[in-house]
């Protein structure tokens, strides 16, 4: 279905639950904690790639993942009654046969999600198709919305380079396709795709944003980021992040993208917010539902509160409710507000948190007009405080 048509049926399940939303917002969230409405879950770390900027390649083994069986007590809880939104990632999830299962446990025991999110590398086009063929008809068959992107990091032989896959390009492209078509006839799916710009493909970001469109497939550009939790690639920032020159690239690629998108699309928060952080010295404005309700588990069965929280515990060993409200872990996640959220450059879920925010949203929605009229301005429409460069 069209990326427009998808956001708007988001959009209307999103609006039923508003006055909850706002009640857990204002009132809930500062009294006590509340439960986690966003789920990452990555569900092995085994991969098809060996990516230059992501490292969970290097930690695969098939034998520490939980087993659909391990899981399904684990989820079996009212504590995760509360969950809207759920994204499977990892490693690559369709690495492991029982995904579509995994999909149907997960209906099963989360009454109130709304959509499922899955990223892959469709670098299996042969496992990728029919799995997430499957994932389609059943999110369709029980009103669940879908979200699918495949990676791709380049148009050709830079994709092939930076996810060190021979022919990786060709058989991304036949996943891509596939899924393509299939949106197409599912209402309930969106497909589009995701790339990671950092040194290595720099000069390729316009020909992606080209070639997808030409296709008329949305497009994600994930700002480069750094986390053990989630990408294992701590080791990488010496060599990889941004210097001055990918820096001084991606605020205009980001302020572009802001001047042509619509501002009521989610990307246009999130690359406004990107284009602010490299003007401001990495000072984050964003709101993130993670702070205060959301968990990610990992493929052992480790919890963080986010991609940047230690781990909490270990929901083979305890209920994640137990280890979720643990005072001693809701101090932790505390210490994160404080020290590590001001200049964190997680994007995960961010919309969500977004719109449950509505001040800051409609302040984001002046200056995203202000910016879309004259880039060039973008460094005066920051709040004083943030005027660094
Ligand atoms: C970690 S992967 C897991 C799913 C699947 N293996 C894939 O590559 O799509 C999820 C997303 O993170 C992106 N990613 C990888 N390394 C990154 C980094 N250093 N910073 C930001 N995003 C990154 C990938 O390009 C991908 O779109
Ligand atoms: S980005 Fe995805 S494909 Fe690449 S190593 Fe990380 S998990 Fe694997
Ligand atoms: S550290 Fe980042 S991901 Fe974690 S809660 Fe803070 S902003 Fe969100």
Redesign the pocket.
Known sequence: MSTKAFRLQYLAKAAAGVPRDLVNTFINARIHPIRPTVLIY?CTWV???K?E??S?WKFGDRKSDMTLAQLEPAMDHPFWGAVENLNI?????TTRNDLPDMVELFQRHLPRMRKVGI????LTPHRAIPMLTRIVKFCAETGLLLSV???L?GIGDIHNQVRQVKRGFDKAVRTIEAMQALAKEYPNFQFGI???I?AMNLQDAENILAWARTRGLDVVF?????TDA??H?KE?EEK?AFREREEAFMRKFFLDRVAEESVLSGQAFMYLHYADMIANGYHRTMPCPFQSQGLLLNPNGDLHYCENSEKIGNVLDEPAETLYFRAENLKHRQHLKDRVCPTCLSPCQVNVGAMKQFVPYAKFLKRAYQVKRDPGRHVETLPVAEQVR
Do not use: Q
């Open positions: 990555n991969c098809d790639a990516c900027m992501c969970n990632s990892g490693g690559e999830p990223n892959t590398t469709g992107r495949v990676s990091d995701a790339a990671t950092f994930n700002m480069l980021r750094f989630m990408l690639n990488l990889i």
